[in-house]
């Protein structure tokens, strides 16, 4: 998947370029503003901005539509309505008042019982996060429990959470393998994308043809995962 920068007048906008065993060029736009063009192997660059300005119309409309619904999560409330991701679905918030804090997941909802009021929404976050990490903790290792079974590794990297800016994942030289909690929202399939994404750095440093090969071998849609993490989840 590539990724490229598309200007027109006074716009500018980032796409994903998506290459496939096909004849024809479709283009979407996702609930998340990414942009998604999919094309032949050898189409190129040209063609591709000279189909993007035939479409212009079209993706202005698509995009300020998208705009009207989309919520950044640094603005969100934490209050009861809002809609949160855990494990590639959606699940509405419902805050309620109780003796103690404490979340569950209850009928396509996310229940937050929180001893403070249901109007804090300081105090709402902390609670939700919390659990997130919670959660985190114990599905992470599940995974990264299962996955590892793939390799022959006679040695297993400490598995550390951590928030990062840029990356879901990373490997250290000192064996050890960072998962962004982050992860958390996505759907276990990517969860598990990104350990053994990591877990071939341990014998490929690079991304080389060797490493494709690999976690081609351990994970064989890797490129289909990667794309929905990368457009969905970010």
């Not at 490229?4 to 496939?20: D, L, M, P, T």
């Amino acid at each position: 998947m590539e990724r490229h920068i598309f200007k027109y007048g006074s716009f500018s906008y980032q796409y994903f370029v998506v290459r496939q065993d096909r004849k024809t060029v479709s283009l979407s736009v996702q609930p998340s503003l990414n942009i998604v063009l999919r094309c032949p192997k050898d189409f190129s660059h040209d063609k591709i901005e000279k189909f993007l300005k035939r479409k212009w119309s079209w993706l202005e409309k698509q995009i300020k539509y998208f705009k009207k619904f989309k919520t950044d999560l640094s603005k969100k409330e934490y209050i009861s309505g809002e809609s949160f991701l855990y494990l590639g679905r959606q699940y509405k918030l419902l805050v309620k008042k109780s003796s103690e804090n404490r979340v569950i997941l209850k009928y396509g909802q996310i229940l937050l019982y929180t001893t403070n009021s249901v109007r804090n929404k300081k105090n709402n976050k902390e609670i939700l996060e919390k659990w997130y990490l919670d959660r985190a903790n114990i599905i992470f290792i599940e995974q990264y429990k299962k996955v590892i079974k793939n390799f022959s590794y006679n040695f297993e990297p400490r598995l550390i959470i951590r928030k990062m800016n840029k990356r879901w994942g990373s490997f250290l030289s000192d064996k050890k393998i960072i998962l962004n909690p982050k992860l958390i929202q996505a759907p276990k399939e990517c969860i598990d994308y990104v350990i053994s994404h990591e877990l071939c750095h341990m014998k490929h440093k690079n991304h080389d043809s060797k490493f494709y090969t690999l976690l081609k071998s351990k994970v064989k849609n890797w490129e289909e995962v990667k794309e929905k993490l990368e457009l969905r989840f970010i």
